[in-house]
């Protein structure tokens, strides 16, 4: 059938009034902290296929638009009016990538055949496992992150599985709290097949599914008019985590970006082997896997603000994601911390566009966005608390127009803070302090935006602490075009005084009554040469308490004669060479580069391809542990280990 241009924006904006209502309905009536405040959750609505037609404009997580529930429906052998599927398994259908995700959707059916489906998901802060909040870069296997569920059936024709939900419950730290998200979860779907019903009675149910066909179809047109804009060429990029397991050594990502006309090839190879943390990200190898591609949807939003959010994104894009990498990791590889190393994907892909069209393109966001959970004991009530406290988000990088929003980039813009009322309401702690960090932002022509800091002080012992996603203590956020990388992040047990503990990435801590904890996330990458930046707006940054006096000369130069501003000293301190190179990484990145240099990664990634997948990690820290005791002895290490390949079977 022929659908025209209007009809056809009539139809879309039913869709996504479908996701937004189910957001609402989910959003008012949940139970946890963690979806009710934080909104670490979607909604959207997909056709008979799987895949994501309509996302919500303004609530939950922005990483879904290009989901495909394809190979997890398939596990299903039959739907029926009524039915609710779900699974939360990491390693079935690759839809859940983490275990505390639990994925549901219900098939909407019409006359008997299926026409689509209404679906998401939610995190719940506890689904079991091996520590409070079930997330830990400590953890090894999968098994360890909690009870795991492949595709299945919910309800049956409207009947809820008693059996299977007694199973979840009996095995999370809060069922409670999980039971309650569940409820909302279900009303949200319940929700959602009201208004797709409503369209199915406006379009048809022929008219729906076509039109559902041509808004993939529209978003694929606008994904490859925006690739035609970008000049075509092969750009390299990488970007490290700092550390592949606890203590370890630097996890690598890397990717080349080779745009040809209206497609793009996005190849991760040279990325670090699967790893024996739980960084890794269970993509399948699926060459359209939405989590690679967050940070495309981002580039491709700014460029084409009016784009559709639908699956149709992903279809002039072919990811190469090498088996065994940790972008694509054999079970049972633990995948719990994969937030962080998706943090990084972005962070990669804003730097190869960088690299293509640097006037578009900001400096790297903090790349860190640390989820607080306390498990403690009310001592009012003698009942134990399990909530997440708050997201630790940094700055954005600075902007080609603007400087970087504070305390709000765009590795997770989409988690919402919690009040701190709300949270001294409902978990037993003392919040000292959250705000912004000064001196955090990258300096550049357009400032990166700052870093959040939280303290707080526990009342109870035995207090557990969780803050997953920790990352940037070392690898800075960089800056591009002449400006500066922000500054890196920390964590600290009892700041100040003489029981002081600096913790870095460690993510589990057990504190004692009056223990004081403090965190911040890193700053935002500045952008652009920062002598260029407009004196009084250096100013105001300093009576503002964002940019410190000393900061301001030294990295701005401009001096200060109480609040006004020296014209003649600043004139002078601002005649020095502008910053050198494409991008500013830090001293501690440059001096990793300058041992592990491109040349050596390429002979490593080609060294580890020709290993069994069980010894490529091994093999990588066996690897950076010589070349750390003989920095100047490259050949003879890689030498070395090629010459034990015989002995390994």
């Known amino acids: 059938m022929t659908i025209d241009k209007v009809t056809l924006q009539i139809m879309g904006n039913h869709l996504r009034a479908a996701a937004e209502t189910m957001a609402y309905t989910l959003y008012r009536t949940a139970h946890s902290t963690f979806v009710k405040e934080t909104e670490d959750f979607t909604t959207q609505v997909t056709d008979a296929a799987g895949m994501c037609v309509a996302v919500p404009m303004d609530l939950g997580a922005t990483w879904y638009p290009g989901i495909n529930y394809g190979r997890a429906l398939a596990m299903i052998e039959e739907y029926e009016p009524g039915d609710v599927a779900f699974t939360n398994d990491p390693y079935s259908g690759f839809v859940a990538t983490h275990v505390p995700d639990l994925h549901m959707w219900k098939p909407i059916f019409h006359d008997g055949t299926l026409v689509c489906f209404a679906a998401g998901h939610i995190h719940n802060t506890d689904m079991g496992g091996a520590v409070p909040a079930s997330l830990s870069r400590a953890l090894t296997e999968v098994h360890q992150e909690g009870v795991r569920f492949p595709p299945m059936k919910l309800y049956r024709r409207g009947v809820l599985n008693e059996e299977l939900l007694r199973v979840m419950l009996l095995n999370v730290r809060k069922p409670e709290q999980n039971r309650g998200d569940l409820q909302a979860f279900i009303g949200a779907l319940n929700t959602g097949e009201r208004k797709l019903r409503a369209a199915i009675d406006k379009f048809g149910a022929d008219g729906l599914r076509e039109g559902m066909a041509r808004l993939l179809d529209y978003a694929e047109h606008q994904a490859r008019e925006v690739l035609r804009s970008i000049p075509d060429g092969e750009y390299f990029f990488s970007d490290y985590a700092d550390e592949d397991a606890v203590d370890g050594q630097p996890c690598r990502v890397a990717l080349t970006l080779r745009i040809a006309g209206d497609a793009a090839v996005l190849d991760f190879t040279g990325s670090d082997p699967q790893l024996t943390s739980a960084l890794n990200v269970p993509t399948g190898g699926d060459p359209h896997h939405t989590l690679l591609l967050v940070g495309v949807y981002y580039v491709l939003c700014t460029l084409e603000p009016r784009i559709v959010l639908n699956a149709g994104l992903t279809r002039p894009f072919t990811c190469v994601v090498p088996e065994g990498t940790v972008l694509n990791p054999h079970p049972p590889a633990a995948v719990g911390m994969r937030s962080l190393t998706c943090a990084r994907l972005r962070s990669l892909i804003f730097g190869a566009f960088g690299l293509a069209i640097p006037e578009c393109m900001p400096a790297a966001p903090a790349g860190s966005s640390s989820i607080v959970n306390v498990m403690t004991t009310d001592n009012r009530t003698h009942r134990s608390v399990l909530a997440a406290v708050n997201p630790i988000v940094g700055g954005a990088g600075g902007m080609p127009h603007r400087d970087g929003t504070n305390g709000s980039g765009a590795d997770a813009a989409y988690l919402k803070n919690t009040p701190v009322e709300i949270t001294e309401a409902e978990v037993p702690i003392q919040i000292l302090r959250y705000g912004l960090l000064p001196d955090s932002g990258g300096a550049g022509r357009w400032r990166g935006g700052l870093a959040t800091a939280l303290d707080f002080r526990v009342a109870a012992p035995h207090t557990r602490i969780t803050a997953r996603n920790r990352d940037r203590c070392r690898f800075r956020p960089w800056g591009i075009l002449g400006g500066g990388p922000g500054a890196p992040s920390d964590f600290v047990l009892n700041p100040g005084s003489p029981r002081e503990r600096v913790l870095g990435n460690t993510d589990t801590v057990t504190l004692e009554p009056g223990d004081v904890i403090h965190i911040h ?129």
Do not use: C
């Open 521 to 649: 996330s890193p700053g935002g990458g500045g952008r652009g040469n920062p002598l260029e930046r407009e004196a009084e707006r250096v100013a105001l940054d300093v009576q503002r308490g964002y940019v410190s006096r000393e900061a301001a000369a030294s990295a701005y130069g401009v001096i200060l004669d109480g609040e006004r501003i020296d014209a003649a000293a600043t004139a002078r301190a601002r005649r020095r060479p502008p910053p050198a190179g494409h991008f500013a990484f830090g001293p501690e990145r440059e001096a990793h580069e300058a041992v592990w240099t491109a040349e050596a990664y390429a002979e490593l990634t080609a060294l580890l391809a020709g290993l069994p997948v069980h010894w490529r990690f091994f093999v990588k820290t066996k690897m950076f542990e010589e070349m750390a005791a003989h920095p100047d002895a490259v050949g003879r290490v890689f030498a070395a280990v090629r010459a034990g390949y015989e002995e390994i079977p």
